[in-house]
């Protein structure tokens, strides 16, 4: 008999975004299963996971990889969530398109597989992103959980992590089909930029890309205004949707959208010294990312409680702390 609410696996673990909903659900008294891509070597550290309150009695870690789906059925077995972080994320397009694609769903049907099997899942919860959401041809200002990306518009503009935004799209679209089609109770959970403190050793690319211009990057968006969360409120909106008696289908978590030249002059004022070049900064004149209007999620009974300013101050004194500042 498990103790406590009961035993939940989560992908992608050693992650930023899966760190924190691990510490988070053994806070909340669960037990834990995740999942970590093979390490023959056993070079990769995982003891920011392992040294965890709790973890030494609620956390058991399991080798698996997306190229081999199978490889996630003893991680699940057993469990009556599954929180799916995993994704092949190849941003320099060292691989073709199709092939990032493929190991996202199968891995993800796999992994949904194995939760029907085990007989004991009773909710499973997808991470998607942004990216699945806001590329099309007419792009609005305010956008719900109704848009989806338009594969072929990404193939003809190729834009920056255009394999990434397709593999998310797509595999987030098989993940509902094969709920509705087998029965399984999925949810969507769609994040925007991801900021916050990191539990990793590896700085996030969210983090990094966010706060680029404070590491020196002239123009580091590539956009003009940007879509945020902070990490502590998706990790508890993952657990939210995890718990909640009845969500359906695609829920978006983003309460933040703010111009690059707003951000530089928050920044600015509190942290004097970074120096930021807010004339620089004006003259970025990139995409304009669109609201993910999170009214669904809100509606739903989840409330945000971290605001912008904290957001920026708690990555930026993790960024101290970590030494990349």
């Known amino acids: 008999m498990e103790q406590g609410k009961g035993r939940v696996c989560v992908t992608g673990g050693t992650g930023f975004i899966a760190s924190w909903i691990i510490k988070r659900l053994l806070e909340e008294g669960y037990t834990v299963n995740t999942t970590v891509r093979y390490d023959p070597e056993q070079k990769r550290d995982v003891s920011f996971l392992t040294n965890l309150p709790g973890a030494s009695t609620k956390l058991k870690l399991f080798n698996a ?19 799916h972080t995993a994704t092949p994320i190849d941003l320099g397009m060292n691989e073709a398109e199709e092939i990032v694609t493929k190991r996202s769903i199968d891995g993800a049907l796999g992994i949904l597989k194995a939760c029907v099997n085990s007989k004991t899942v009773k909710r499973v919860v997808y991470t998607s992103s942004a990216s699945a959401v806001y590329w099309q041809d007419k792009q609005e200002d305010v956008m719900d959980e109704s848009y989806w990306s338009d594969e072929n518009l990404l193939r003809a503009l190729k834009p920056f992590a255009w394999s990434y935004s397709i593999s998310k799209t797509m595999t987030e679209k098989a993940v509902l089909e094969f709920g509705e089609k087998h029965g399984l109770d999925i949810v969507t959970i769609i994040p925007t930029f991801v900021l916050g403190p990191f539990i990793c050793p590896k700085l996030p690319g969210s983090v990094y890309t966010t706060l680029a211009f404070l590491f020196g990057e002239k123009n580091p968006f590539g956009a003009s205004r940007i879509h945020m969360v902070h990490v502590h409120d998706l990790a508890r909106a993952h657990i939210f949707l995890l718990e909640h008696p009845n969500p359906k289908g695609r829920y978006n978590c983003s309460p933040f959208i703010a111009t690059v030249e707003e951000i530089a002059e928050l920044l600015s004022i509190k942290y004097p010294n970074f120096q930021i070049q807010l004339e620089e900064v004006k003259k970025i004149n990139g995409d304009k990312y669109p609201h993910l209007t999170s009214k669904k999620l809100m509606d739903a009974g989840f409330e945000f409680k971290y605001s912008m300013e904290e957001m920026f101050d708690d990555a930026i004194q993790c960024c101290k702390e970590k030494g990349y500042r």
């Open 65 to 83: 990889d997306l190229s081999n789906p199978e490889s996630f059925n003893e991680a699940i077995e057993g469990c009556i969530g599954v929180l």
